[in-house]
């Protein structure tokens, strides 16, 4: 099955004019390098290529049908430059997302740790919010330089409260599943049930 159904494509700046009630933006959070923009790339379209190689930020705009039942994500790319940048700001990206992916690679230790010190960030600046996060190990076809194991990625996200999968972008390996538990996150909340 195909991951969108529709998918548009913004590089606008970041905000939220121009962005439907029913569109919930999706934050991509993690240390350069562990695959965030490779994860969104699946979005993205082989025409876009080109001109989103000079942007820090881009936004895919995609409706995936989950359940019989249809959700626009607004998914946000981030890069580290670009959240420093932003730190402090209305804008900054801890600010603005309805929900979070948080991005370590399973080959990169310290991107592991600084999943946990984002989350920390991100708990203080959206204190009494509950916020779907997930926290993804990419890079699972990698299985000779792990560092990180399945078992403390499962446990680091007991502890900090949020889902968690493991993901290969290069394989596309959990990758609709991923996107598929960031929905249905969002309407759990929406429709109120109990966490
Ligand atoms: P970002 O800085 O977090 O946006 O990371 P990128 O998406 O730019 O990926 C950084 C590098 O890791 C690129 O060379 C990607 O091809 C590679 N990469 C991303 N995801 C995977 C993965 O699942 N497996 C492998 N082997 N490489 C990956
Ligand atoms: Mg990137």
């Known amino acids: 099955p195909t991951l969108s159904a529709h998918c548009s494509i913004s590089s606008d700046s970041v905000g939220s004019e121009g962005v439907g009630d029913a569109t919930f933006r999706v934050v991509l959070l993690g240390d350069p390098g562990v695959g965030k923009s490779s994860l969104v790339g699946i979005f993205r379209r082989e025409q876009d290529r080109e001109t989103q190689e000079q942007q820090q930020q881009v936004m895919y705009e995609c409706t995936l049908t989950v359940d019989g039942e249809d959700t626009s994500l607004l998914l946000m790319d981030t890069s580290e430059s670009e959240v420093r940048k932003l730190t402090g700001s209305s804008d900054s990206p ?85 996107f598929e538990g960031m929905v249905r996150q969002i309407r759990l909340r929406r429709d109120g049930a109990d966490m």
């Open 94 to 178: 801890m600010r603005i997302g309805h929900a979070y992916i948080i991005v370590y690679s399973v080959t990169d230790r310290s991107s592991f740790e600084s999943a946990s010190e984002l989350r920390i960030q991100l708990r203080r600046t959206r204190q009494a919010e509950n916020i779907p996060i997930i926290l993804v190990g990419n890079k699972t076809d990698l299985v000779r330089s792990r560092e990180v194991s399945v078992e403390e990625g499962r446990a680091c996200a007991v502890v900090f409260d949020c889902k968690f999968i493991e993901t290969s972008a290069v394989l596309q390996h959990n990758v609709r599943e991923l």
